[in-house]
């Protein structure tokens, strides 16, 4: 069961997040980012495959500087509805904390193979741990790439890269690139309110 682990983590009388069931879109392939504050602040990267959204956390989040190799830590699988997922996951719960959409949109991979669906080759491209694809979103567009990092002494990392396209740009700062209203925000600071820093001794 592909969505075990996740509904495991959870309790559905307590969360709204959506239960875990396989489903898939009938049009293009869709990918969304959630800036999720938790025990840290984050963003999950989510790209839909197979009736699911395979899964990664990025903690400085995307970039659009192809010098930029972010650290993206593969997490389990989530279900394809958690896409539009947005709000508070109560304290006591797995990944507590605010949870908003960054960016969203359709993705496709890079190099089409003739008879064969973008689904079925993305899920090749991740039994290699080398996946090359194109983003469609608001904010992140253009050729991206996704390498797992060999011989890892814990979890499962993997690396985004921005490929040098005309999307590419010298400068990049997801948080720089979030609305001034963001809820995610708003609670960070509610947070540093409660749980000041200990004045210097």
Known sequence: MPLEEYNKKRDFTQTAEPEGKTEKSAGK???????HAASRLHYDFRLEMDGVLKSWAIPKGPSLNPADKRLAMMVEDH????????????AGNYGAGEVEIW??????????????????IMQQELQKESLKFVLHGK????????VKIKNASEGNPWLLIKHKDHFATDHYDAEEN????????AYLGTKKKVNPPPPHP
């Open 29 to 35: 392939l869709r990918f969304v980012v959630q800036r």
């Open 79 to 90: 279900p394809f509805a958690y896409r539009t997922f947005e709000g508070t996951i109560p």
């Open 103 to 120: 960016d969203e949109g359709t993705y496709e991979p890079l190099e089409k193979v003739k008879g064969k669906t973008d689904d079925f």
């Open 139 to 146: 904010k992140l567009q253009g050729e991206f790439a996704l």
């Open 178 to 185: 979030t609305a001034p209203d963001s809820k995610v925000t």
